[in-house]
């Protein structure tokens, strides 16, 4: 008799096996959801935060042609506008839409080449333009485009796959020279 009570005490092998399995496949339904639930939290705290530059852009475009306060710089250069008005760390990534590429292969553009608003990316290899809206990288990594659509601006995840190698190249420092052009119609 005393054997069987002390016999009773644990959980045999197979109990255990079944509740581990139980327990995996709860755990393969649920992690891939909860994943795609922190990723669509992470997108959009990334629109979030460039929902917040949204109405510092439109200031911006407006400011541009209507104030005579701004620096020649700050007329084109959205990123120092930022800077300058501390809605922006100097550290966040924001970079202008690439506007139009040489036509030739291996063709550069010259300072005289720019337009009103463009700004000339390093080699020459492109005219950039925040006009045209921006790119920014989001505190959490993500990267938001806001680019024209129908006469609004729209800001959406974009893969960085799919932006302009030259944008990925383009990080401007406020402080250094870029190549500006301004007319003053």
Do not use: C
């Not at 069987?4 to 496949?25: D, P």
């Not at 994943?35 to 990334?46: C, E, I, L």
């Amino acid at each position: 008799m005393k054997s069987n009570i002390l016999r009773k005490k644990g959980f045999t092998l197979v109990e255990l096996i079944v509740v581990i399995a139980i327990i995996g496949i709860l755990a393969a339904v649920l992690i891939p959801s909860v994943s795609s639930y922190v990723s669509k939290a992470k997108d959009s705290a990334a629109i979030q935060e460039a929902n917040g530059l949204k109405a510092a852009y439109e200031e911006w475009k407006v400011e541009r042609v209507d104030n005579n306060n701004l620096s020649a710089d700050e007329k084109v250069d959205f990123l120092l506008y930022l800077i300058n008005k501390e809605l922006i760390n100097e550290g966040n990534g924001l970079a202008p839409v690439v506007r139009e590429e040489p036509s030739t292969p291996g063709g550069v553009f010259l300072e005289k080449d720019l337009n009103d608003g463009e700004l000339l990316e390093r080699d020459g290899k492109a005219k950039l333009s925040y006009l045209d809206g921006f790119y920014f990288l989001a505190s959490n990594e993500r990267l938001v485009e806001a680019k024209y659509e129908d006469r609004k601006l729209v800001i959406k995840i974009v893969d960085s796959a799919e932006v302009n190698p030259i944008i990925a190249d383009f990080s401007p420092k406020p402080t250094s020279k870029h190549n500006y052009i301004l007319n003053d119609n």
